[in-house]
Every structure is written in C-alpha cells, then in structure tokens.
C-alpha cells in the first residue's frame, strides 16, 4: 500500500508536469510572406521579406537575421554570408515588418541578376527572434527562400487601412499580395518571374 501511494503520487506529479510544459510552451505564430522580392530601394535594389505576427499576443524586441547561402563555382561547397539589414531589430511588433537588405558595393549580392542566383542555387536564410510578453519567454521563428521563391521587379502592396473609425486596419490576407515596381532613375535593371498559380 505504501508503495502504491508513492508510484500513485510520483505518477500524478509527472504527469502535471509534463502537461503544464507542453500547454505553456510559447510557439511562434510569425507568418512570412511566400516570397523574398528584388526590389527597388533608395536609388538601388534591395532584397525584401514581409513578417506580420498572426496572434494578437505582444511580441517586443524583434529580431531579424538574414544569411545568404551560395555556392561556389570553383570548389563546389556552400558559402554562407551574413547579410546587413536597413533594421536589425524593432522595440514592439504590433502590425506588419518588412525587412530590408540593401544590394549596395558591400552586398554579396553586388552585380548578381536573377540568372545568377539560380546557376549559384542561392537560398535566403531567415531567422527570428522575439520576445513574447504573454509568456514572458524567448520564441524564434525561422524560413527559407530559395531562387525560385525570389520575385524580381516587383514589390509588396501596402496591408495597411485607415479605417472609419479612425484607427487604421491591417489587412494580414495581402501578406502575399505583389505589384510590379516602379524603377527610379539610376536604379539597376530587373525582370519579374511570372508568379505562380495562386501567388
């Protein structure tokens, strides 16, 4: 009897525990666009993915890091590049973030087109990080874009609305919507990859 009391009570306390840990577990809910873009920016080009958080919960110091993985015409192995953003980090993630890569003289991606990136078979890797004020716990959430997933010539449309009441909408069903850009005076050429059926 006392050593069924004991099994009883140990068994009991497991599994509470194992329950409360996978109930309270934080899981990123972050949505990513379907695809990266080469866009138009600041007189050049930019690489550009959009993230918008899919709960209502607060998610505070967001953190952005990009890499860059190619590979190389003469050994054949990947190389990895770390990519500097427009903005690494933001204080309070309450609506949509596009993140932004300059293709500017220190940019590996300096005089690459689109036939480049795919004799290369570049891949854009994403990972983010935030903290999630909910649960008072560190999340990361992570993707990918490959060269066939990266839209040249085109640009995200706006998510944003005001709306009647004032205040302003945002509309997380356009994450994906694109446009064709716009090219400035002395911005680099580029073509758009037709998009695929239902992107």
């Known amino acids: 009897a006392a050593v069924e009391s004991l099994v009883g009570l140990l068994a009991f306390a497991v599994a509470t525990g194992l329950l409360y840990g996978r109930f309270s577990r934080p899981h990123a809910r972050v949505l990513f666009s379907r695809h990266g873009v080469v866009a138009p920016f600041r007189g050049g080009r930019a690489f550009m993915f959009r993230i918008v958080n899919e709960r209502s919960n607060q998610l505070i110091e967001v953190e952005a890091n990009l890499t860059l993985s190619i590979l190389d015409p003469e050994t054949g192995d990947r190389r990895f590049h770390a990519l500097a953003l427009e903005r690494t980090r933001i204080n309070l993630f309450p609506s949509n973030w596009t993140v932004v890569h300059p293709i500017d003289g220190a940019s590996p991606l300096a005089g690459l087109g689109e036939a480049d990136l795919h004799a290369l078979d570049g891949e854009f890797i994403v990972l983010i ?16 874009y490959t060269a066939e997933e990266v839209r040249w010539g085109a640009r ?23 446009e064709e850009a716009v090219r400035t005076p002395g911005s680099a050429p580029s073509t758009r990859l037709p998009s695929p059926p239902g992107g």
């Open 129 to 144: 990080k935030a903290f999630d004020d909910t649960f008072s716990q560190t999340i990361y959430a992570r993707t990918s």
């Open 156 to 178: 995200f449309s706006p998510m944003l609305f005001p709306a009647a009441d004032g205040m302003t909408d945002l509309d997380v069903g356009r994450l994906d919507v694109l």
